[in-house]
């Protein structure tokens, strides 16, 4: 009783969701057409989500992990002081 | 429908706010210290802070009928001065037997430096003295995979502290499964743009299954929204789930949590039946 096992039927699941997925990928498509008509070059975020949409489409499972993971640190040891307190979204020595 | 939002910074939200929660169905809440969006000056803003979630909230809160209970620290965001930190500290244990106290919390991390470990670390030494339950934040964004690793190695090194009675807060789907492998309860929030949405947390309980897990809106001065709860269980119905499992992961898991707690298990039977707080 207290399992929340996938219920719906996968047209069901495209029927409740697909237009709203559809918008927020024309929306990246949008955001990337936009950045690339704005002067200047590419930052280490724009970098990272060319590296991570990639993951979409490659056939395997877990991508909302993966994906979070392409965005994330991945060095192990605290570091020497906290250059500020904000976050931006993808890891700078990432790429 | 009865929810329990475990992560609320109701110091930050309106009178309406109360009031929207409350027809929603919140029989309690619990307000974890957090960072005000500014640095205080001074320990002394921390201890008016402190009586503000241990007298003002709860009286506020018991206008609409909904508990609250109250969690206290100096939050990562303002631990990277250990001097200051240690003074607030030190302010902690006069507050710990109030009546609507429950832990140490949210502390943790917020860029995984030196400074915000050790005050990590002595928090959780505070926690052990008291035999007090522990809410712990986890970094934003790209720090957070790394953030919660430093965060349950930090705890296992205390090992008078079980992690069955340390909440780690702001989990995704890259941290859900190790944070529960870990024996450590997770926290699901619930924000718009950042964290989790309410079908990614659905999608969440779907593939790594309702024990040890919680929902919580982390509503506070930011983008934020305090019926984020009842929505994502608006979005477990929708999904064709058993009100019974909805109800136990909206209301039950955190129930079952927070009654590790001395002031949480007092009130636990009114809670339960749906009394208002005294
Ligand atoms: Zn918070």
Redesign the pocket.
């Known amino acids: 009783m207290n399992r929340l096992d996938t219920n719906l039927p996968r047209s069901d699941v495209i029927d409740r969701d697909f237009l709203e997925h559809r918008a927020k990928l024309i929306d990246i498509a949008a955001f990337l057409d936009r950045c690339e008509r704005a002067d200047g070059t590419d930052d280490f975020r724009l970098r990272a989500l060319r590296t991570a949409i990639p993951l979409l489409i490659d056939g395997q499972p877990e991508r909302a992990r993966r994906i979070l993971e392409s965005f994330s640190d991945p060095t192990s040891e605290p570091i020497p002081e906290a250059p500020g307190k904000g976050a931006s979204g993808a890891w700078e020595g990432s790429s | 429908m009865r929810y329990i939002d475990p992560?609320a910074?109701m110091v930050s939200r309106t009178t309406d706010d109360y009031e929207k929660m409350a027809l929603a169905g919140c029989r309690a809440l619990t307000e974890?210290a957090?960072w005000a969006g500014y640095d205080r000056c001074s320990a002394e803003g921390f201890r008016d802070y402190f009586n503000q979630l241990t007298s003002i909230e709860p009286a506020r809160a018991r206008t609409y009928g909904i508990h609250h209970f109250t969690w206290l620290c100096i939050?990562p965001k303002e631990a990277e001065d250990v001097g200051f930190a240690r003074e607030v500290m030190q302010v902690i244990p006069e507050f710990l037997a109030k009546g609507n106290v429950l832990g140490i919390g949210?502390i943790g991390l917020n860029k995984n430096s030196k400074n915000e470990l050790r005050v990590l670390e002595e928090h959780l030494e505070i926690a052990a003295q008291h035999q007090s339950l522990v809410l712990v934040?986890t970094p934003h964004l790209e720090d957070k995979q790394k953030g919660t690793r430093l965060i349950m190695e930090a705890v296992r090194n205390q090992p008078s502290i079980d992690p069955g009675r340390v909440l780690i807060?702001?989990v995704e789907e890259h941290t859900v499964k190790e944070v529960l492998d870990g024996g450590f309860w997770g926290g699901m929030?619930l924000y718009p743009d950042t964290k989790c949405t309410a079908k990614r947390a659905a999608d969440i309980l779907e593939t790594c299954g309702t024990e040890r897990l919680w929902m919580n809106s982390?509503c506070?001065w930011g983008v934020s929204n305090p019926l984020s709860v009842p929505t994502a269980a608006l979005e477990l119905r929708a999904r064709g789930h058993h009100p019974e499992a909805i109800d136990h992961v909206i209301f039950k898991n955190p129930m079952a949590f927070l009654k590790q707690a001395p002031a949480f298990a007092k009130r636990a039977e009114a809670i339960d039946v749906g009394h208002p707080p005294e």
Do not use: S, V, Y
């Open positions: 992560h910074h974890p957090f939050n949210e934040h807060d702001h929030t982390a506070d």
